[in-house]
């Protein structure tokens, strides 16, 4: 079973910048597809950005094309979201998930979840 903990969230004006971390344990990451979603009060979970371990391949979100970035260290099992030029409209909860197989966006696909953490940014 696959445990996954993300921490790094919080509050930062508008133009600033935030890393968010996903420690994940319990299975073998070679076999996983991780993937960053965030849900913003009375909107649907989306996908933001994600990254396949085996092939090392990203796939981003439109809107956060040129401003976020996924990255890994592999020894410690953990994803890095890196979050630069930070938008009000980023203001959601994030969440780190994983799924065995190739990348894809939609979130059923996702086998296991992390609880999130809250991202606000202010104007």
């Known amino acids: 079973q696959v445990q996954l903990v993300e921490s790094g969230g919080g509050l930062v004006q508008a133009g600033g910048s935030l890393r968010l971390s996903c420690a994940a344990s319990g299975g073998p990451s070679s076999l996983y597809t991780m993937g960053w979603f965030r849900q913003a009060p009375g909107k649907e979970r989306e996908f933001v950005i994600g990254?396949?371990?085996?092939?090392?391949?990203?796939l981003d979100a439109d809107s956060v094309k040129g401003r976020f970035t996924i990255s890994r260290d592999n020894a410690k099992n953990t994803v890095f979201l890196q979050m630069n030029s930070l938008k009000p409209e980023d203001t959601a909860v994030y969440y780190c998930a994983a799924r065995r197989g190739s990348m894809v966006q939609r979130t059923p696909d996702y086998d296991y979840w992390g609880q999130g953490t809250q991202v606000t940014v202010s104007s």
């Open positions: 990254f396949s371990w085996r092939g090392g391949s990203t």
